[in-house]
Protein backbone atom coordinates (compact mmCIF):
# COMPACT_ATOMS: atom_id res chain seq x y z
CA UNK A 1 0.00 0.00 0.00
CA UNK A 2 1.11 3.53 -0.84
CA UNK A 3 1.20 6.45 1.35
CA UNK A 4 -2.10 7.44 -0.60
CA UNK A 5 -3.80 4.79 0.15
CA UNK A 6 -3.70 3.07 -3.38
CA UNK A 7 -2.39 0.08 -3.54
CA UNK A 8 0.49 -0.59 -6.03
CA UNK A 9 0.31 -4.45 -8.71
CA UNK A 10 3.10 -4.57 -10.33
CA UNK A 11 4.83 -7.79 -12.69
CA UNK A 12 3.40 -11.05 -11.67
CA UNK A 13 2.44 -13.96 -14.35
CA UNK A 14 0.05 -14.00 -17.05
CA UNK A 15 -1.11 -16.62 -20.02
CA UNK A 16 3.10 -18.22 -20.34
CA UNK A 17 4.96 -15.21 -19.50
CA UNK A 18 6.38 -12.60 -16.83
CA UNK A 19 4.52 -9.29 -17.12
CA UNK A 20 6.10 -5.84 -16.87
CA UNK A 21 2.48 -3.95 -16.43
CA UNK A 22 1.92 -2.04 -13.53
CA UNK A 23 -1.74 -1.12 -11.53
CA UNK A 24 -2.98 1.05 -8.73
CA UNK A 25 -6.01 -0.28 -6.89
CA UNK A 26 -8.03 1.95 -5.39
CA UNK A 27 -9.99 1.01 -2.41
CA UNK A 28 -12.01 4.05 -1.90
CA UNK A 29 -13.50 3.74 -5.34
CA UNK A 30 -13.33 -0.05 -6.14
CA UNK A 31 -11.26 1.26 -9.55
CA UNK A 32 -8.01 -0.05 -10.65
CA UNK A 33 -5.69 2.60 -13.47
CA UNK A 34 -2.84 1.72 -15.00
CA UNK A 35 0.82 3.09 -14.09
CA UNK A 36 4.06 3.03 -15.76
CA UNK A 37 5.04 -0.25 -16.19
CA UNK A 38 8.30 -2.28 -14.73
CA UNK A 39 11.90 -2.16 -16.80
CA UNK A 40 12.29 -5.71 -16.33
CA UNK A 41 8.76 -8.29 -16.61
CA UNK A 42 9.25 -10.42 -13.26
CA UNK A 43 7.12 -12.94 -11.56
CA UNK A 44 8.17 -14.30 -8.19
CA UNK A 45 9.71 -11.17 -6.99
CA UNK A 46 9.37 -8.67 -4.09
CA UNK A 47 8.06 -5.26 -3.62
CA UNK A 48 8.68 -3.04 -0.69
CA UNK A 49 7.77 0.59 0.47
CA UNK A 50 10.67 2.39 1.38
CA UNK A 51 10.46 5.35 4.15
CA UNK A 52 10.81 7.96 1.34
CA UNK A 53 7.70 6.37 -0.19
CA UNK A 54 8.85 4.95 -3.37
CA UNK A 55 8.59 0.97 -3.75
CA UNK A 56 11.39 -0.85 -4.36
CA UNK A 57 10.82 -4.21 -6.57
CA UNK A 58 13.82 -6.78 -6.66
CA UNK A 59 14.78 -9.96 -8.10
CA UNK A 60 11.86 -12.57 -9.45
CA UNK A 61 12.16 -14.42 -12.29
CA UNK A 62 12.26 -14.39 -16.43
CA UNK A 63 13.16 -17.09 -17.64
CA UNK A 64 15.49 -17.35 -15.02
CA UNK A 65 16.39 -15.92 -11.85
CA UNK A 66 16.90 -12.23 -11.84
CA UNK A 67 19.23 -10.08 -9.70
CA UNK A 68 17.87 -6.64 -11.15
CA UNK A 69 15.60 -4.19 -8.97
CA UNK A 70 14.23 -1.64 -9.70
CA UNK A 71 12.36 2.01 -8.00
CA UNK A 72 8.47 2.99 -8.42
CA UNK A 73 7.84 6.95 -7.99
CA UNK A 74 4.22 7.06 -6.75
CA UNK A 75 4.42 11.03 -7.93
CA UNK A 76 5.65 10.36 -11.32
CA UNK A 77 4.15 6.88 -11.77
CA UNK A 78 7.32 5.97 -13.34
CA UNK A 79 10.53 3.18 -12.90
CA UNK A 80 14.27 3.86 -12.38
CA UNK A 81 16.95 1.07 -12.51
CA UNK A 82 18.61 0.68 -9.28
CA UNK A 83 21.76 -1.21 -8.32
CA UNK A 84 21.44 -5.03 -9.19
CA UNK A 85 21.01 -7.70 -6.00
CA UNK A 86 24.85 -9.38 -5.31
CA UNK A 87 22.49 -12.70 -6.18
CA UNK A 88 19.70 -13.59 -8.43
CA UNK A 89 16.69 -14.85 -6.60
CA UNK A 90 13.09 -15.29 -6.51
CA UNK A 91 10.25 -16.32 -4.53
CA UNK A 92 12.37 -15.00 -1.50
CA UNK A 93 11.81 -12.27 0.96
CA UNK A 94 12.03 -8.98 1.63
CA UNK A 95 11.38 -6.69 4.99
CA UNK A 96 11.82 -3.22 5.52
CA UNK A 97 13.86 -3.19 8.36
CA UNK A 98 13.73 -0.39 11.55
CA UNK A 99 16.99 1.70 10.20
CA UNK A 100 15.09 2.12 6.38
CA UNK A 101 17.09 -1.02 4.97
CA UNK A 102 15.48 -3.37 3.30
CA UNK A 103 17.08 -7.20 4.51
CA UNK A 104 16.51 -9.92 1.49
CA UNK A 105 16.49 -13.21 2.08
CA UNK A 106 17.02 -16.97 0.58
CA UNK A 107 15.06 -17.56 -2.37
CA UNK A 108 15.98 -19.56 -5.48
CA UNK A 109 18.77 -18.96 -7.76
CA UNK A 110 19.97 -20.83 -10.84
CA UNK A 111 18.96 -24.13 -9.69
CA UNK A 112 19.62 -24.03 -6.05
CA UNK A 113 17.92 -23.02 -3.24
CA UNK A 114 19.35 -19.98 -1.48
CA UNK A 115 20.23 -19.29 2.11
CA UNK A 116 22.55 -15.84 1.70
CA UNK A 117 20.70 -12.42 2.38
CA UNK A 118 21.64 -9.25 1.55
CA UNK A 119 20.71 -5.95 2.12
CA UNK A 120 19.41 -2.58 0.47
CA UNK A 121 20.31 0.75 1.44
CA UNK A 122 18.18 3.34 -0.24
CA UNK A 123 20.14 6.42 0.23
CA UNK A 124 23.33 5.01 -1.54
CA UNK A 125 21.17 2.31 -3.33
CA UNK A 126 23.66 0.22 -2.60
CA UNK A 127 23.58 -4.13 -1.76
CA UNK A 128 26.06 -5.56 0.78
CA UNK A 129 25.79 -8.97 2.15
CA UNK A 130 24.42 -9.66 5.20
CA UNK A 131 24.97 -13.31 5.98
CA UNK A 132 23.27 -16.53 5.89
CA UNK A 133 20.35 -18.23 6.67
CA UNK A 134 21.42 -21.67 8.71
CA UNK A 135 18.87 -23.36 6.23
CA UNK A 136 18.56 -22.52 2.38
CA UNK A 137 14.98 -22.05 1.42
CA UNK A 138 12.38 -20.32 -0.85
CA UNK A 139 8.58 -19.64 -0.89
CA UNK A 140 9.14 -18.81 3.17
CA UNK A 141 7.68 -16.23 4.99
CA UNK A 142 9.70 -13.27 7.42
CA UNK A 143 7.89 -11.05 10.16
CA UNK A 144 10.05 -8.06 11.91
CA UNK A 145 9.29 -8.55 15.61
CA UNK A 146 8.93 -5.80 17.42
CA UNK A 147 12.90 -5.86 18.70
CA UNK A 148 14.15 -5.35 15.44
CA UNK A 149 14.97 -8.80 14.49
CA UNK A 150 13.45 -10.69 11.57
CA UNK A 151 11.71 -14.31 12.06
CA UNK A 152 12.01 -16.27 9.12
CA UNK A 153 9.63 -19.18 8.98
CA UNK A 154 8.20 -21.90 6.42
CA UNK A 155 9.14 -22.29 2.83
CA UNK A 156 10.48 -25.00 0.94
CA UNK A 157 13.94 -26.68 0.52
CA UNK A 158 15.85 -27.43 -2.05
CA UNK A 159 14.55 -31.08 -2.09
CA UNK A 160 10.62 -29.09 -2.55
CA UNK A 161 9.51 -30.51 1.06
CA UNK A 162 7.96 -28.04 3.23
CA UNK A 163 9.83 -26.85 6.37
CA UNK A 164 8.64 -27.02 9.95
CA UNK A 165 11.45 -24.87 10.73
CA UNK A 166 11.92 -21.09 11.86
CA UNK A 167 15.11 -18.67 12.36
CA UNK A 168 15.26 -15.45 14.24
CA UNK A 169 18.15 -13.49 12.71
CA UNK A 170 20.34 -11.24 14.94
CA UNK A 171 20.27 -7.26 14.90
CA UNK A 172 23.11 -5.89 14.07
CA UNK A 173 23.85 -2.09 13.72
CA UNK A 174 21.58 1.02 14.25
Known amino acids: MLPNGKVLVAGGFGTSVALASAELYDPASGSWTTTGSLKTARDSHTATLLPNGTVLVAGGLKNSALASAELYDPASGSWT??????????????TLLPNGKVLVAGGAGTGLVLASAELYDSPSGTWMQAGSLITGRYIHTAALLGNGKVLVAGGLDASFHALASAELGARRGP
Open 81 to 94: PTRNLKTAREAHTA
